[in-house]
């Protein structure tokens, strides 16, 4: 018996491919629930009624957030990378500063 007459190649190339985009879209869902929780231009009420709406409707949640605040996301995005950039030149002027073999 061959279990590969009983499932097409399409049929794996769809799997495949919906299996893709639930990974794509969980992956979009914590970066969501992470710029909500990061965002320091929203006060509380905001962040709260996104998370509702995020989690009472999480297709539709999360696909109006990144178009609502999608330019904001890349912006504190942006913000955090030159932040640890920063922070990773002044660790490394600071061990260079402090060398023993120099």
């Not at 769809?14 to 629930?33: D, E, G, H, K, Q």
């Not at 539709?60 to 957030?65: E, S």
């Not at 504190?76 to 120099?102: F, G, M, T």
Request: hydrophobic fraction near 65%.
């Amino acid at each position: 018996m061959f279990l590969a007459y009983d499932y097409p190649l399409l049929a794996v190339f769809w799997s495949f491919l919906i299996f893709f985009f639930w990974i794509v879209w969980i992956m979009a869902l914590f970066y969501v629930f992470a710029d909500i929780f990061r965002s320091h231009d929203m006060g509380g009420f905001a962040k709260t009624m996104w998370l509702i709406f995020v989690v009472i409707l999480p297709f539709l949640g999360v696909f109006v957030y990144l178009i609502a605040r999608g330019d904001k996301m890349a912006q504190h995005a942006a913000e955090r990378a030159a932040a640890q950039d920063a922070a990773a030149q002044a660790y490394i002027r600071a061990a260079v500063a402090n060398d023993p073999n120099k």
